[in-house]
């Protein structure tokens, strides 16, 4: 049963620290996506690969947030330094761009900003 | 840019009421549209989709959709709840236009009393 697997699961942090989350898609999908979902904003794009090259981070505050795809099988999304806006739940997601773009969510990171 | 409505933020039924979500969406061009799940504390699953043809769609636990191309509306619908479907439902569209991003409604968050 393949899934989309997520690290870590929780984060705890300190205002000004950096947080690294990552990312396994599904292995033979060529599209990656990072999302982040609050209760005020609900589901924001973030970012967005296509056969490991970013096409779309303009949802991305570029100041702070980075995502890469060192290689097909691993994503990751790094906030340095973070804030307590941060605080939210990050969800990865991975499909097959032939497919009709149907996408697979992974458990999601929550991450705490103290 | 396309959008995606949901008309109703929450919503609460009893047990073996009928479920209508609504769904809108603004964009001329031909879609693809989903029904995503979210249980409580867990990730995203799709619960149905559309592509093409038959604009009456069956998913998982009984839900279907049905997409109105006039009205540009996609519905879910479920003839009977169960306390087990309580959850947030997303609506989402992507356009065939190549770009694999999907745009997400806000959701409605819906809680079935047994």
């Known amino acids: 049963d393949a899934r989309v697997t997520q690290t870590p699961r929780h984060k705890v942090t300190e205002m000004g620290q950096e947080v690294t989350m990552r990312c396994q898609p599904i292995?033979?999908?060529?599209?990656v996506f990072w999302y982040r979902q609050t209760m005020m904003q609900g589901l924001e794009l973030l970012a967005y690969?296509?056969?490991?090259?970013?096409?779309?981070d303009s949802g991305m505050p570029k100041d702070r947030f980075s995502a890469e795809m060192p290689d097909a099988t691993l994503a990751t999304l790094k906030i340095q330094p973070s804030e307590p806006r941060d605080s939210a739940v990050y969800f990865c997601?991975?499909?097959?761009?032939?497919?009709?773009?149907?996408?697979?969510f992974g458990p999601g990171t929550r991450l705490t900003v103290l | 840019a396309q959008s995606v409505s949901q008309h109703n933020h929450h919503v609460i039924l009893s047990e073996a009421a009928s479920l209508e979500l609504g769904c809108n969406y603004s964009?001329?061009?031909?879609?693809?549209l989903f029904w995503y799940v979210q249980y409580p504390g867990q990730h995203l699953q799709l619960l149905l989709k559309?592509?093409?043809?038959?604009?009456l769609v069956k998913g998982i636990k009984g839900f279907e959709a049905e997409f109105i191309k006039s009205k540009f509306s996609f519905n879910l619908r479920k003839p009977s709840v169960q306390w087990s479907d309580t959850a947030e439902y997303f609506c989402a569209v992507n356009t065939k236009s190549g770009y694999s991003t999907l745009t997400f409604g806000k959701g409605t968050m819906l809680l079935v009393s047994p």
């Open positions: 292995l033979g999908h060529n599209t």
């Open positions: 964009y001329g061009g031909t879609v693809n």
């Open positions: 690969f296509r056969n490991r090259a970013p096409l779309d």
């Open positions: 997601a991975s499909g097959f761009e032939l497919s009709g773009n149907e996408q697979f």
């Open positions: 559309y592509f093409s043809g038959d604009p």
